[in-house]
């Protein structure tokens, strides 16, 4: 449900001019109101209709209000359903009590003050709206999570696979050539090339490990900063993409960060990148990051053919497991994130409260 949607109010009386006084007093509130004129009217509307709030007069002919709370309940999908009721005749300590008993969250005597009877409609009614905004947001987080693990599997095989086909096989390819050097009867020049073909694959094995481990972690990050290992990243992906890809930092000289935030970001431009790469058709990207007023403003822009305005707006669905990431990288570090479409290209611009990297300070001796 999203925040600007109506919800459903159904107002349970018997006497026409109650339900119209009712009317008048919560129009303000800007919600769909819904009459029934009897019990079994508003069980109909219950059945038909997803109601948040229940307003019911207790004295109906028929059925009367407590009976009504009772049959409410017993359905499970109107166990959560706020049941507010209104009474001019049921006004004992026991009345209310059986109220309660049935799940009632208030009990309100008649004559109605219109501004209480409005701003408990309108409490009940927000907590209904945030209830079902909150279950939107486990059901996403759920599917979120659901292709986290896929997207973990597809990355374990991805390594598995480089592993088996790639170092593993200039690894056997050396070992071998290895064992036959010492082989008798070899002349010192076939010595020799062996060696060096051998020589020249564990180069290749090791330029293979090199690189693997910069993708999982880039060693630069921890050695010298953000700043570097973002420069170097994008050189490697200008270099084996095509993509015309730079960096921009102010202060020229970026301070050094956390671990946690220096290693989110590097991500966030990766995955960004990625994006732009599999998706956008770019033919170059930039990223700029800067640092003001105790804020890290990063922005990374593209002259693809941009995102959908679904994807823009973050509507549930159109959101890859890519963006999906980094929303949540952001919003773990306190961070926002915007999307535009700009001509051409798409503009991704985070902000997130800055946190430096603590120095040690010594003792004083």
């Given at each position: 449900?999203?925040?600007?949607?109506?919800?459903?109010?159904?107002?349970?009386?018997?006497?026409?001019?109650?339900?119209?006084?009712?009317?008048?007093?919560?129009?303000?509130?800007?919600?769909?109101?819904?009459?029934?004129?009897?019990?079994?009217?508003?069980?109909?509307?219950?059945?038909?209709?997803?109601?948040?709030?229940?307003?019911?007069d207790?004295?109906?002919?028929?059925?009367?209000?407590?009976?009504?709370?009772?049959?409410?309940?017993?359905?499970?999908?109107?166990?959560?359903?706020?049941?507010?009721?209104?009474?001019?005749?049921?006004?004992?300590?026991?009345?209310?009590?059986?109220?309660?008993?049935?799940?009632?969250?208030?009990?309100?005597?008649?004559?109605?003050?219109?501004?209480?009877?409005?701003?408990?409609?309108?409490?009940?009614?927000?907590?209904?709206?945030?209830?079902?905004?909150?279950?939107?947001?486990?059901?996403?987080?759920?599917?979120l999570?659901?292709?986290?693990?896929?997207?973990?599997d597809?990355?374990?095989?991805?390594?598995?696979?480089?592993?088996?086909?790639?170092?593993?096989?200039?690894?056997?390819?050396?070992?071998?050539?290895?064992?036959?050097?010492?082989?008798?009867?070899?002349?010192?020049?076939?010595?020799?090339?062996?060696?060096?073909?051998?020589?020249?694959?564990?180069?290749?094995?090791?330029?293979?490990v090199?690189?693997?481990?910069?993708?999982l972690?880039?060693?630069?990050?921890?050695e010298?900063?953000?700043?570097?290992?973002?420069?170097?990243?994008?050189?490697?992906?200008?270099?084996?993409?095509?993509?015309k890809?730079?960096?921009?930092?102010?202060?020229?000289?970026?301070?050094?960060?956390?671990?946690?935030?220096?290693?989110?970001?590097?991500?966030?431009?990766?995955?960004?990148?990625?994006?732009?790469?599999?998706?956008?058709?770019?033919?170059?990207?930039?990223?700029?990051?800067?640092?003001?007023?105790?804020?890290?403003?990063?922005?990374?822009?593209?002259?693809?053919?941009?995102?959908?305005?679904?994807?823009?707006?973050?509507?549930?669905?159109?959101?890859?497991?890519?963006?999906?990431?980094?929303?949540?990288?952001?919003?773990?570090?306190?961070?926002?994130?915007?999307?535009?479409?700009?001509?051409?290209?798409?503009?991704?611009?985070?902000?997130?409260?800055?946190?430096?990297?603590?120095?040690?300070?010594?003792?004083?001796?």
């Amino acid at each position: 449900m999203q925040s600007d949607e109506k919800i459903n109010i159904l107002m349970v009386d018997d006497q026409p001019g109650k339900l119209l006084s009712y009317e008048v007093i919560l129009a303000s509130l800007g919600e769909n109101l819904i009459k029934a004129h009897s019990g079994r009217e508003a069980l109909d509307h219950l059945l038909r209709t997803n109601i948040a709030v229940v307003l019911m007069d207790v004295s109906m002919p028929e059925l009367d209000g407590f009976e009504l709370a009772d049959m409410i309940r017993q359905h499970p999908r109107f166990r959560n359903t706020a049941i507010i009721f209104i009474s001019a005749v049921h006004l004992t300590d026991m009345d209310r009590v059986r109220a309660y008993e049935r799940g009632a969250v208030d009990y309100i005597s008649v004559p109605v003050v219109p501004e209480l009877l409005r701003a408990k409609v309108s409490v009940f009614a927000d907590l209904h709206r945030k209830t079902r905004e909150l279950e939107r947001l486990n059901q996403e987080l759920r599917a979120l999570s659901a292709r986290l693990l896929v997207a973990q599997d597809d990355e374990r095989r991805r390594i598995a696979r480089e592993l088996h086909d790639g170092l593993g096989q200039e690894l056997s390819a050396a070992k071998m050539m290895a064992d036959g050097i010492m082989r008798p009867g070899q002349s010192e020049e076939a010595r020799a090339k062996a060696t060096n073909d051998c020589s020249a694959l564990i180069a290749r094995a090791i330029q293979q490990v090199r690189t693997m481990s910069h993708l999982l972690h880039p060693p630069l990050l921890d050695e010298i900063g953000l700043q570097s290992a973002l420069q170097h990243y994008l050189e490697g992906l200008t270099e084996r993409s095509g993509l015309k890809a730079s960096v921009k930092t102010e202060p020229a000289t970026f301070p050094r960060l956390t671990s946690e935030m220096e290693t989110a970001i590097f991500r966030i431009v990766q995955e960004a990148l990625t994006n732009v790469l599999r998706h956008s058709g770019a033919q170059s990207a930039s990223v700029e990051l800067i640092q003001s007023d105790g804020r890290i403003n990063l922005y990374i822009r593209d002259d693809g053919k941009g995102m959908s305005p679904e994807t823009i707006q973050f509507h549930p669905g159109s959101v890859g497991i890519g963006i999906a990431g980094m929303r949540q990288r952001i919003k773990e570090l306190g961070g926002q994130i915007r999307l535009e479409n700009q001509s051409p290209g798409c503009l991704v611009e985070i902000t997130i409260p800055m946190v430096q990297e603590s120095v040690p300070v010594p003792f004083a001796s």
